[in-house]
């Protein structure tokens, strides 16, 4: 049987099922193409001169190493000029970023987290992109970057496509269009995504969790509570021994959960409640909350499902609890109580 490739994979989606457009197409084969451009400069590493610091700041205040600026680059320049786009929106940019005038315009709005989990660039540790698509509302004011904002505020049901890559011994693309979830393995001598998992399936009971235990004394009651008995293990309340998974990569630790089941948390604590959160809604938080939901999982901030939240300004932050159904009812649960 011939392999499936990412192209042939949204061309079955787009006539068979009718869930995508031929536009939508063309813009996740293009995000693809910037994924693996993205690879091959990670591939690299110190031999690209692309390892370190970039000695600048993103938005967040947060320092930049130089392929978190590489990735950003690939992604807009590679998305500019096919037509299908309005606008896009970066972690690493103040403002949105609008199509120039001498490109057509599109009917999409593209956000991104080009380069995730940077702080483990330098120790090769896999990292990701992660990014989401929307729909552009009908007479959106684009004149302006700061005018242009409002067209991307959104809540998270309004997605019509979400994905990452993650750059690890192999790159894959984990991609949903709101028909479940689909992996695809770069096959580095052919240059394309060829289809390697369909229809994957979180398990809704866990034995494995991530969290930064490092910031233990700042979480709140609820979370206390669970971290506690998942110690206390067989003898405990839940009656199972859990281990604890933790590379502070939020691609590689969704992956895990989307490839055996488990919990990820980066709940809201002390340290984190002036800012709301330390995830960002728009390119975080929202596209692997669909991912996680089309595979059967649940993502909550612990108060609520994410993908309800209307946001309201582009970098707003949440906090969040996502993965294998069950335990993330029990911990969303316990901040009910």
Not at 15 to 22: C, D, H, N
Not at 50 to 75: M, W
Not at 163 to 181: E, F, I, K, M, R
Request: proline share 4%.
């Amino acid at each position: 049987m011939a392999q499936r490739t990412l192209a042939r994979y949204l061309t079955e989606e787009q006539r068979s099922k009718g869930v995508i457009t031929g536009d939508l197409k063309f813009l996740i084969e293009i995000v693809s193409r910037a994924c693996q451009a993205i690879s091959i400069a990670i591939g690299k590493g110190g031999l690209g001169g692309v390892l370190g610091e970039a000695g600048s700041d993103n938005v967040q205040g947060e320092a930049q190493k130089k392929l978190d600026v590489l990735s950003n680059d690939i992604l807009l320049d590679a998305n500019e000029w096919g037509g299908h786009l309005a606008a896009m929106a970066s972690e690493e940019m103040d403002l949105p970023h609008l199509v120039p005038h001498r490109y057509p315009q599109g009917e999409y709005l593209l956000t991104f987290d080009p380069l995730d989990g940077s702080s483990n660039i330098d120790v090769n540790v896999s990292i990701g992109t992660i990014f989401s698509v929307l729909k552009c509302p009908e007479g959106a004011d684009l004149s302006t970057p700061e005018a242009a904002e409002a067209a991307f505020l959104q809540p998270g049901t309004a997605q019509v496509a979400a994905g990452y890559a993650v750059y690890g011994p192999t790159t894959l693309l984990v991609l949903t269009v709101g028909d479940g979830v689909a992996v695809f393995t770069l096959d580095r001598e052919q240059g394309q995504f060829i289809l390697t998992q369909e229809n994957v399936q979180i398990p809704a009971d866990t034995k494995e969790f991530a969290i930064n235990m490092a910031n233990q004394r700042f979480w709140e009651a609820p979370v206390q509570r669970y971290v506690t008995e998942m110690q206390a293990g067989k003898e405990g309340p839940l009656g199972k021994d859990y281990n604890m998974r933790w590379v502070a990569s939020m691609v590689a630790d969704v992956h895990r959960i989307m490839t055996r089941g488990g919990i990820f948390m980066y709940p809201l604590d002390s340290k984190l409640k002036a800012q709301g959160g330390k995830l960002r809604l728009m390119y975080e938080a929202n596209p692997m909350a669909m991912l996680i939901e089309q595979a059967g999982g649940a993502a909550t901030t612990g108060r609520q499902r994410i993908l309800d939240i209307q946001p309201e300004r582009l970098h707003q932050r949440v906090p969040v609890i996502l993965g294998s159904k069950n335990e993330v009812d029990r911990v969303t649960g316990y901040h009910a109580n």
